[in-house]
């Protein structure tokens, strides 16, 4: 897991591009000092991720740029969402998130994809995006998002680890239970959501066949921090061969239905296919 400045993400992502990577997805590390536990920050225009996002589509239009949509980067309490007494405060936090998508819109983001797990924000966003004359922004849902072990790496990197509040097991998925995941991706799509997503990714193969078996729409699986850095790490201690075992990992998400897949070997993979 690493973090870039600006100069640095633009570098690693003119190496995808010219690999053959066609999209990137941004999460953001910010100060401290910008964080509360409303998460305002997420929808400040001049804040990290517009900024990035303007600087990536002026050095490479055509690649596609998806933005996260949720608190927990901006959130002193490391949440996706507000909370009040105690608990996540769903609509509350549906009112930020349509703020955070429209902002990242309007800075030219291709794709928003909310991450938090609300009820009702696919729609609401929806809305919001054509209201502010954004009708062509897609809208990537994750949709199937499990309450998993497997994120520790990712929360280092962003500092997001929860800190207070509520427990996300209130908003994240029962890893133990496979037929929710079918009615939170059938309610997305109910929204208008365009593309979906399972997290994690090799844990959950059996959810995302069942997902792409049942909704013939464009699904996703996202091979996350944990999965990455346990191949990694096999890898570095000589106990695995490490582009065999992720060309197999990757193979599986495709053999178990994925149009596509959020790995962090992807620029990788795209230089050892090619």
């Not at 990035?52 to 949720?70: E, M």
């Not at 969402?81 to 998130?97: K, P, Q, S, W």
């Not at 921090?225 to 990694?232: D, H, I, R, T, V």
Request: charged residues 25%; glycine residues 8%.
């Amino acid at each position: 897991m690493y973090r870039h400045n600006v100069p640095g993400l633009l570098e690693r992502c003119g190496r995808a591009w010219r690999a053959g990577v066609k999209a990137v997805a941004l999460f953001p590390k910010v100060s401290d000092t910008l964080k509360d536990e409303t998460g305002r920050e997420a929808w400040n225009e001049d804040g990290l991720i517009p900024n990035v996002v303007r600087s990536l589509k002026a050095a490479y239009p055509d690649l596609l740029v998806i933005t996260d949509v949720a608190l927990d980067p901006y959130s002193s309490l490391g949440q996706d969402g507000i909370v009040v007494d105690g608990d996540i405060h769903n609509e509350r936090t549906i009112e930020a998130l349509v703020q955070q998508a429209a902002c990242q819109a309007a800075a030219g983001a291709d794709l928003v994809a909310p991450s938090d797990m609300m009820d009702g924000r696919v729609g609401a966003i929806r809305r919001a995006l054509d209201g502010a004359g954004h009708p062509e922004t897609l809208i990537f849902a994750y949709s199937a998002k499990y309450a998993s072990a497997f994120y520790g790496p990712f929360r280092d990197a962003l500092d997001s680890a929860p800190r207070g509040g509520a427990d996300k097991r209130t908003y994240q998925m029962d890893p133990g239970n496979g037929d929710e995941a079918l009615h939170e991706v059938e309610l997305d799509i109910d929204e208008g959501a365009d593309w979906v997503m399972v997290k994690p990714g090799m844990p959950y193969l059996d959810v995302l066949w069942r997902v792409k078996q049942r909704f013939k729409r464009p699904t996703f699986a996202y091979q996350v921090s944990g999965e990455y850095a346990m191949l990694k790490a096999a890898s570095l201690n000589g106990w695995l061969d490490e582009r065999q075992v992720v060309m197999e990992s990757l193979t599986c998400f495709k053999r178990a239905g994925a149009d596509g897949v959020l790995t962090y070997y992807a620029t990788d993979v795209a230089e050892w296919l090619r």
